[in-house]
């Protein structure tokens, strides 16, 4: 059984910085990746960046610059460094995880005001 549960969603001005985090109930090493996707009102999930078990990462082009993915292995978790904000990051973040097949955590709503 795996368990992801996000964290550190929140209401920020356009150009501020908000941190998400996921923990996991398994330890991250175990995953061949893992990974935040969003959904925004009305439109599809889509990936944010992604990062293997070996390090790898992997970032939208609309982030990249912005968003910094990292793993803790003595915390099992995935954090999401979000900075310069920007309105149309508004979405529910979600977390992903790989092992055998995909996991999903239950969602954190993140609003950017302009």
């Known amino acids: 059984q795996v368990q992801l549960v996000e964290s550190g969603g929140g209401l920020v001005q356009a150009g501020g910085s908000l941190r998400l985090s996921c923990a996991t109930s398994r330890s991250i090493s175990l995953f061949s990746s893992m990974g935040w996707y969003r959904q925004a009102p009305g439109k599809q999930r889509e990936l944010v960046a992604t990062?293997?078990?070996?390090?790898?990462?992997n970032y939208a082009d609309s982030v990249k610059g912005r968003f910094t993915i990292s793993g803790d292995n003595a915390r099992n978790r995935v954090d999401l460094q979000m900075n310069s904000l920007k309105s149309e990051d508004t979405a529910v973040y979600y977390c992903?995880?790989?092992?055998?097949?995909?996991?999903w955590g239950q969602g954190t709503q993140v609003t950017v005001s302009s």
């Open positions: 992903n995880a790989i092992l055998v097949r995909a996991y």
């Open positions: 990062i293997t078990n070996s390090g790898r990462t």
